[in-house]
Structures are given as C-alpha cells and as structure tokens.
C-alpha cells in the first residue's frame, strides 16, 4: 500500500472507522439478504417448469456466481465467459497481484541475465522469467477456473473427490490469517467509501 494511503487510513480516528465498517458490513448483508430471497423465488419458479430438463442445482449456482462477478446484465451472461472473467479475478487476488509480482518484478530481467552488471544486488534481479510467469498464470487459471466450472455445473461429488486427493499435503502450514485479509480488505472499504463521499460531494 502507498504512502499516501497509509496517511489517510492512520488519519481516519479508530471510532469512525469502526461505524463506517459496520455500516458497510451491514449493506452487504442486506444485499446478500435480498440475494438469497430471489434465489428461493426463482427456484420456485424453476418448480413450475418441466424438472426432467432443469438441473435446479446447476442454475442457482450458476446465479451465485454471476452475482459474486456482478455481472452488469445477469440474464445476458454467458456461463462460459463467467467462469473465465472470475477466475481471472480470483488468480489475480490469491495468486498475481500478491508476493509473485515482487518476485518477477526488477530493475533487471532475468531474460536477459547475462546482460546484468557484474556485483548487481539479488534483490533488483527479477527471480521469474516472462515464460516461468505465463506458465504459472496458465496453471492457476486452468485450475481455478476448473474448479468453478465443477461448482457452476454443481459436480459436487466431483469436486469433493478432486479436493480429498489434496488433503495428506501441508497438514503442518500455518492456518490462514483470515483477520488480516479481512483488515486489508476493511481498508480498501474505507478508501472506495472515501472516494465516493468526495465525487458526490463536487457532483
């Protein structure tokens, strides 16, 4: 994060930021609320159809995820395309635009090693290659976006086997630091929120 963003987030008194992120946290649940309400709606109108052409399962998943990659016209999204335009989001949230970039990043390019000025410090030479980085974008989206396409086609049983073969592997990682994504992402809140108070307030 800039500088300038950790100026404004440390100038934000501790009272305020707390009712801003509970007014924020209950919109989203109030959207999520009227979300879940259309979801039974529509499953009650899938019911009054033909059931053996509806796979009732496959089409509120289908809902779920054009929702979460807030799709601007819904019923013009195409599934497909869906599942390639969140999985693009998801690689880059988990995967992209985290510690990896740091580590292809580089005022040197280690495509051009043998280019590098002699006693050149490790930490200004990128560690990936442009090649060794659109493989590893390929091998995230393909698995990424895999799994997406199981739970959009609600291929449960599937799903569930390809996860289960994983689950002997890293039994001794840390756990996930939920809290600090969640601290990261209360301040990405609060500067979006931030932003818009200033444009409506020059509108």
């Known amino acids: 994060m800039s500088s300038d963003k950790d100026d404004f987030l440390d100038a934000i ?13 209950s919109t989203f649940k109030n959207l999520d609320r009227q979300f879940m309400d ?27 995820l054009e929702y979460i990659n807030k799709c601007e016209i819904p019923e013009e999204c195409d599934p497909e395309e869906n599942v390639f335009d969140l999985s693009r989001k998801i690689v880059h949230f988990i995967f992209r635009n985290g510690i990896i970039e740091d580590m292809h990043a580089g005022k040197y ?14 930490e200004v030479i990128s560690q990936l290659s442009d090649k060794d980085m659109m493989a590893l974008n390929k091998y995230m989206m393909d698995r990424v976006g895999y799994l997406l396409h199981l739970l ?21 990682w840390d756990r996930p630091e939920i809290d600090n994504i969640e601290k990261d992402t209360e301040d990405l809140f609060l500067i979006e929120f931030s932003h818009q108070k200033d444009h409506d307030h020059n509108i």
């Open 13 to 25: 008194d501790p009272l305020e930021r707390s009712k801003l992120i509970k007014t924020v946290n």
């Open 38 to 64: 259309e979801l039974v709606e529509m499953e009650g109108f899938f019911y009054e159809e033909d059931e053996e052409d509806i796979n009732f399962e496959s089409q509120r998943n289908i809902m779920l």
């Open 109 to 122: 390019s280690y495509d051009e090693f043998l280019k590098i000025p002699e006693n050149t410090p490790l």
């Open 152 to 172: 959009q086609n609600a291929e449960y049983t599937k799903l569930h086997y390809i996860l289960d073969k994983e689950k002997y592997f890293g039994d001794d």
